[in-house]
Each structure stands twice: as structure tokens, then as C-alpha cells.
């Protein structure tokens, strides 16, 4: 048994300790109540009573249960003393299995590194006596392409909201998303930024579906943005017509098999759009990380998410890097909406080193 698990039992047992001396609490609180009860009904009686006889009787009964009184109470007090100690424990405990817990995680990790480096030694072994000796040419290594990010933008409906007026009355108003303020800011942060050369952004505004396929054939993006409506596991697009313009909903199901009916498939997905995170694993087989948003995304959060997180990818930073510094800027805006943007990767992809923007020498 590790130490993790002697300490979970310790917590358990303290548990059920805790567990047991709050139910000795209630015993002894009722039986203090029923004494006080049974004393105050003694006491009352014996006011009430012309014989002496009745009147010492029910005095001594009161008085005996004032004894029962006083000594549950005591009884009490010694109990919450055990539960405060109990607590104090249980929080020193809990600390030292968190402790305890990382240093475990981190030796195992270590160890698996370890095997890992193992395993691969063998291999390379192996692969080294069992191969011939030939000679060869050494084909130098493809320099770095420029980053190539699709996006889409799609506004087709206004959103309805309501508010209370200052004489009460309830005001609708209409609004459109600033889809398009977005993109102009996003272009004018990658002209300022150190890499600004290489990265190409293919904008599709009033995108369609078809948009995004003609995108993924002609453009081969390494990123796919899309801003505008979404929610229910689905995107809000447009059906490309100027004279009965309407909106098309694209299921998460139908997204994954277009981006995956491609032979040159994105590394990324950025939903910035309201209430797109839920669901967002099962766009994983297609694209290897997915950007998106936990609930509802105001437009002015939306713009400086954006912003900031092109901005620190145009600057060689790691994905997770870049995420972060989006997030960091919508705080300091006092941006609750901060706290929206997450992602979800396939296994073994780390955000962290993920860095799509490489510097060609």
C-alpha cells in the first residue's frame, strides 16, 4: 500500500469519525432540550401545587434534571472540541495527499519517460542490426510554410434582446454581431506582429457551407476561424443568396465529416462563438485541437480574444501560450466573458508546445 492510500484510509476513517460525532451532537442536543423541557415543566407545576408534599417532589425532579441538563451540555462541548480536531485533521490530512498525490504523479511520469526513452533505445537497436548498409543522399529538410488560417464569418440574423428601462418599461432592441470590426482588428494586430510575413488569412465573410469546403480545397488552411452564431452543437452560416437570404444550421456531425473529407486536414478549429465548446470532442477526429466557448461571448470579449490570440501566434508563441494571452487580455478589459475560451485536444497533443508559426531562416 503507498503512502496515498494509507493517507486516503486515514481521511476515511476521520470521515466516519466526523460522521459519528455529529450524530453523538444531535443525541446529546436533544437530550439537553428534553431536560430543559422536563425541568421548566417541574418547576411549573411546582408553582402550581398547594401541597408541600408535591411541591418538594417536583422541585427535586427539576433539579435532577437540571443535572441532566448541565451534563449533556458538558457533554456537548467536549463533542464539538473532538470535531474541531477531527477538522483540523482532516485538512492537515487532505493537504498531505495532495502532496503526496504530485509527488506519486510525478514519479510515475518520470518513470514513464524513462520506459519510454527505453523502449525507443530497443527499437533503434533492433532496427540498426537488423537493416543493410546502404548509402544514401540526405534530402535537406523543407523549410517551414507560411501559417495558413480560413476565416469564416457569418452574421445572418440579428439577435433580439430585451432590457428594463429607466421608467421600467421593457425595451427590444435588435442587434448584428461585429464579425466584421472583428476580422479588421485581427488583420491590423498580425500586420504589427514579428512573423507578420508568415502568416496568410483568407477572410470568407456571409461564409457558406460550400465557403468552407471551396476554403479547405483552394486554401489548405492550417487554421479554420469561424465567428458568428452557434450553440446546440451546431454553427449559424449563410445560404450565399442576396435576394432570400436565410440561415443554415451546421450540425458539429456534418462539420467533422467536412473537414475530414480533405487529404490535407487542419491542425486547428477556432469556434468563436457562443456556447460551442459543448459537444466539441467529437470534432476531435478531424482536427487534433478545438478552440471554443464555454457559454454566451459578448462582442466586445469576442474581438479581443481574437485579436490577442493571432497576435501571440504571429509571434512564434504556442498555441496554450497564445490562449492564455488572449485570456490575460480580456481580464484586463474586466472582461468576465475571460474565463470562456477553452480547448479540447485529441490524446498526446499538448497545446503548450504546439507552435504554428516557425521563422524560416
Same mark, same amino acid.
Given at each position: 500500500?503507498?503512502?496515498?492510500?494509507?493517507?486516503?484510509?486515514?481521511?476515511?476513517?476521520?470521515? &466516519?469519525? =466526523?460522521?459519528?460525532?455529529?450524530?453523538?451532537?444531535?443525541?446529546?442536543?436533544? +437530550?439537553?432540550?428534553?431536560?430543559?423541557?422536563?425541568?421548566?415543566?417541574?418547576?411549573?407545576?411546582?408553582?402550581?401545587?398547594?401541597?408541600?408534599?408535591?411541591?418538594?417532589?417536583?422541585?427535586?425532579?427539576?433539579?435532577?434534571?437540571?443535572?441532566?441538563?448541565?451534563?449533556?451540555?458538558?457533554? %456537548?462541548? +467536549?463533542?464539538?472540541?473532538?470535531?474541531?480536531? *477531527?477538522?483540523?485533521?482532516?485538512?492537515?490530512?487532505?493537504?498531505?495527499?495532495?502532496?503526496?498525490?504530485?509527488?506519486? *504523479?510525478?514519479?510515475?511520469?518520470?518513470?514513464?519517460?524513462?520506459?519510454?526513452?527505453?523502449?525507443?533505445?530497443?527499437?533503434?537497436?533492433?532496427?540498426?542490426?537488423?537493416?543493410?548498409?546502404?548509402?544514401?543522399?540526405?534530402?535537406?529538410?523543407?523549410?517551414?510554410?507560411?501559417?495558413?488560417?480560413?476565416? !469564416?464569418?457569418?452574421?445572418?440574423?440579428?439577435? =433580439?434582446?430585451?432590457?428594463?428601462?429607466?421608467?421600467?418599461?421593457?425595451?427590444? =432592441?435588435?442587434?448584428?454581431?461585429?464579425?466584421?470590426?472583428?476580422?479588421?482588428?485581427?488583420?491590423?494586430?498580425?500586420?504589427?506582429?514579428?512573423?507578420?510575413?508568415?502568416?496568410?488569412?483568407?477572410? &470568407?465573410?456571409?461564409?457558406?457551407?460550400?465557403?468552407?469546403? +471551396?476554403?479547405?480545397?483552394?486554401?489548405?488552411?492550417? %487554421?479554420?476561424?469561424?465567428?458568428?452564431?452557434?450553440?446546440?452543437?451546431?454553427?449559424?452560416?449563410?445560404?450565399?443568396?442576396?435576394?432570400?437570404?436565410?440561415?443554415?444550421? %451546421?450540425?458539429?456531425?456534418?462539420?467533422?465529416?467536412?473537414?475530414?473529407?480533405?487529404?490535407? $486536414?487542419?491542425?486547428?478549429?477556432?469556434? *468563436?462563438?457562443?456556447?460551442?465548446?459543448?459537444?466539441?470532442?467529437?470534432?476531435?477526429? $478531424?482536427?487534433?485541437?478545438?478552440?471554443?466557448?464555454?457559454?454566451? %461571448?459578448?462582442?466586445?470579449?469576442?474581438?479581443?480574444?481574437?485579436?490577442?490570440?493571432?497576435?501571440?501566434?504571429?509571434?512564434?508563441?504556442?498555441?496554450?501560450?497564445?490562449?492564455?494571452?488572449?485570456?490575460?487580455?480580456?481580464?484586463?478589459?474586466? !472582461? =468576465?466573458?475571460?474565463?470562456?475560451?477553452?480547448?479540447?485536444?485529441?490524446?498526446?497533443?499538448? /497545446? +503548450? *508546445?504546439?507552435?504554428? /508559426?516557425?521563422?524560416?531562416?
Amino acid at each position: 500500500m503507498g503512502r496515498s492510500d494509507s493517507l486516503r484510509n486515514e481521511l476515511a476513517r476521520l470521515q &466516519k469519525t =466526523e460522521a459519528d460525532l455529529r450524530k453523538d451532537i444531535a443525541r446529546a442536543e436533544s +437530550d439537553a432540550a428534553s431536560a430543559r423541557a422536563s425541568a421548566s415543566k417541574k418547576r411549573s407545576e411546582a408553582l402550581k401545587t398547594k401541597s408541600e408534599s408535591s411541591l418538594r417532589s417536583n422541585i427535586r425532579s427539576a433539579e435532577a434534571e437540571d443535572k441532566k441538563l448541565i451534563a449533556a451540555e458538558r457533554k %456537548i462541548g +467536549d463533542l464539538k472540541t473532538k470535531l474541531a480536531a *477531527n477538522a483540523k485533521a482532516q485538512s492537515t490530512k487532505t493537504k498531505s495527499l495532495g502532496d503526496v498525490e504530485k509527488q506519486e *504523479n510525478h514519479a510515475a511520469e518520470q518513470e514513464s519517460k524513462r520506459q519510454r526513452r527505453e523502449e525507443i533505445r530497443h527499437a533503434e537497436h533492433i532496427a540498426r542490426v537488423s537493416r543493410p548498409t546502404v548509402r544514401y543522399v540526405v534530402i535537406p529538410a523543407a523549410k517551414p510554410e507560411k501559417l495558413r488560417v480560413l476565416y !469564416l464569418t457569418s452574421n445572418p440574423e440579428a439577435i =433580439e434582446r430585451e432590457f428594463e428601462g429607466i421608467d421600467g418599461s421593457i425595451i427590444r =432592441e435588435s442587434y448584428w454581431l461585429r464579425t466584421e470590426a472583428e476580422v479588421r482588428q485581427v488583420k491590423v494586430a498580425l500586420r504589427s506582429s514579428k512573423y507578420r510575413d508568415l502568416i496568410d488569412l483568407e477572410h &470568407k465573410p456571409a461564409a457558406t457551407f460550400q465557403d468552407l469546403i +471551396d476554403g479547405i480545397n483552394d486554401f489548405r488552411p492550417h %487554421i479554420i476561424h469561424f465567428s458568428g452564431h452557434g450553440g446546440g452543437q451546431s454553427l449559424i452560416l449563410e445560404n450565399g443568396s442576396a435576394t432570400q437570404p436565410e440561415i443554415v444550421s %451546421i450540425s458539429f456531425t456534418l462539420l467533422v465529416e467536412a473537414l475530414g473529407a480533405t487529404d490535407t $486536414a487542419p491542425t486547428m478549429l477556432v469556434l *468563436n462563438a457562443c456556447d460551442t465548446l459543448e459537444g466539441a470532442e467529437i470534432i476531435l477526429p $478531424a482536427v487534433p485541437v478545438v478552440i471554443a466557448m464555454a457559454d454566451s %461571448i459578448g462582442d466586445a470579449a469576442a474581438i479581443i480574444f481574437a485579436t490577442r490570440f493571432y497576435a501571440a501566434i504571429a509571434s512564434a508563441q504556442s498555441v496554450g501560450a497564445s490562449l492564455k494571452q488572449a485570456k490575460v487580455m480580456m481580464k484586463s478589459a474586466f !472582461l =468576465e466573458d475571460a474565463k470562456l475560451p477553452e480547448y479540447v485536444t485529441r490524446a498526446g497533443v499538448d /497545446v +503548450d *508546445n504546439l507552435v504554428l /508559426v516557425k521563422n524560416v531562416v
